[in-house]
């Protein structure tokens, strides 16, 4: 015997169920340094600022800084 549910979710219980089921979308915030959007209350993976200061010298994600391109020019 498989098991089979004894009554019919109404439409309501069933309408109750999905309400829960919302998808939200990632909190992001500007970087305050690059203007990237990113993760809040984590080191930026563009430039490697947090909170004004320099925390990672090497970002995970290289990108050009407006720095970087006027010291080369
Ligand atoms: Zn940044």
Redesign the pocket.
């Known amino acids: 015997m498989t098991a089979l549910p004894k009554r019919r979710i109404s439409t309501r219980r069933q309408g109750k169920r999905r309400a829960a089921q919302k998808l939200t979308p990632p909190a992001l915030i500007k970087?305050?340094?690059?203007?990237?959007l990113?993760a809040p209350h984590q080191v930026?993976?563009?430039?490697?600022?947090y909170k004004g200061e320099e925390i990672v010298q090497s970002p995970k994600l290289k990108v050009k800084?407006k720095e970087e391109k006027r010291t080369k020019d």
């Open positions: 970087c305050s340094h690059c203007g990237k990113i930026c993976p563009y430039c490697g600022f800084s």
